[in-house]
Nanobody, 127 residues
Framework: QVQLVESGGGLVQAGDSLRLSCAAS????????MGWFRQAPGKERSFVAA????????LHADSVKGRFTISRDDAKNTVYLQMDSLKPEDTAVYYC????????????????????WGQGTQVTVSS
């Protein structure tokens, strides 16, 4: 049974940095594509970043490109989201996602492409 546990959220000021972590269990992590999505109050869940099974391919939403970076550490079964230069509009619940992709260097950016989701971690950025 796949489980995803996010951590690292919190309350920060605009311009600060945070690093979110997501620990995965229940499946061979190295054959899984991973992603991050977020949902702000009153808005739909939206794509933030994705990384392929090997880490060779990454994809970031235009709204976070140049500020956020997704990475993975297969030895720790963990995916990270480094968030720099945070803005108030980054305030949201952030969700970690997993897709058992096999050995294909594709990044997935649609919610329906990920069958496994974490519970989410709150990120609040004050102005």
């Amino acid at each position: 049974q796949v489980q995803l546990v996010e951590s690292g959220g919190g309350l920060v000021q605009a311009g600060d940095s945070l690093r979110l972590s997501c620990a995965a269990s229940g499946h061979r992590f190295s054959s899984c594509a991973m992603g991050w999505f977020r949902q702000a109050p009153g808005k739909e869940r939206s794509f933030v970043a994705a990384i392929s099974w090997s880490g060779a391919s990454t994809l970031h939403a235009d709204s976070v490109k140049g500020r956020f970076t997704i990475s993975r550490d297969d030895a720790k079964n963990t995916v990270y989201l480094q968030m720099d230069s945070l803005k108030p509009e980054d305030t949201a619940v952030y969700y970690c996602t997993l897709r058992i992709s096999g050995y294909s260097d594709i990044c997935y950016s649609k919610t329906y492409e990920y069958p496994y989701w974490g519970q989410g971690t709150q990120v609040t950025v004050s102005s």
